[in-house]
């Protein structure tokens, strides 16, 4: 007997290729929950996290969120386009951002669309696979920075 093409092994065992279809999968729950609002999930995760940072650069966006500076760009851009996020003072040559007063009411109008793809993706997902992502992300820090 012989052994599988390359091809074969590779799309039937990665777990990098499912995790990606996942992603796509369960993306797509949150953006169609949040369309109706004018935002994606990306979007959205931006969003929070510069109104927990209070005042963020780009740089440690980007560290936190482990994204690349291109894809924190475009999608600030959007935020800041609609209101929702704002430079503030500069300090030496960095300029951070800030969420609005608009983009916090936008994230108290978010809450429930967001709950809606909440229980969607965990239900696509099953309690358990739901809890094994979140503890992973737990013990890996994602979302925190690595300082």
């Given at each position: 007997m012989t052994d599988p093409p390359p091809e074969v092994v590779?799309?039937?065992?990665?777990i990098a290729v499912r995790l990606r279809l996942?992603?796509?999968a369960i993306s797509a729950i949150y953006d169609e929950a949040l369309r109706p609002l004018g935002l994606r999930v990306g979007q959205l995760n931006l969003l929070v996290a510069t109104a927990r940072m209070q005042s963020a650069r780009a740089g440690d966006?980007?560290?936190?969120?482990?994204?690349?500076?291109?894809?924190?760009?475009?999608d600030m851009e959007i935020l800041r386009r609609n209101g929702?996020?704002?430079?503030?003072?500069?300090?030496?040559?960095?300029?951070?951002?800030r969420i609005t007063p608009a983009g916090r009411e936008l994230l108290a109008r978010v809450l429930?669309?967001?709950?809606?793809?909440?229980d969607r993706a965990?239900?696509?997902?099953?309690?358990?696979?739901?809890?094994?992502?979140l503890r992973m992300a737990r013990d890996l820090d994602l979302g925190k920075s690595s300082d």
């Amino acid at each position: 007997m012989t052994d599988p093409p390359p091809e074969v092994v590779i799309a039937d065992a990665c777990i990098a290729v499912r995790l990606r279809l996942l992603n796509r999968a369960i993306s797509a729950i949150y953006d169609e929950a949040l369309r109706p609002l004018g935002l994606r999930v990306g979007q959205l995760n931006l969003l929070v996290a510069t109104a927990r940072m209070q005042s963020a650069r780009a740089g440690d966006l980007c560290r936190v969120l482990r994204m690349e500076k291109s894809t924190l760009s475009r999608d600030m851009e959007i935020l800041r386009r609609n209101g929702w996020v704002e430079w503030g003072e500069a300090s030496g040559r960095v300029r951070p951002l800030r969420i609005t007063p608009a983009g916090r009411e936008l994230l108290a109008r978010v809450l429930p669309a967001w709950r809606v793809a909440q229980d969607r993706a965990s239900h696509v997902l099953g309690l358990e696979g739901s809890a094994a992502i979140l503890r992973m992300a737990r013990d890996l820090d994602l979302g925190k920075s690595s300082d």
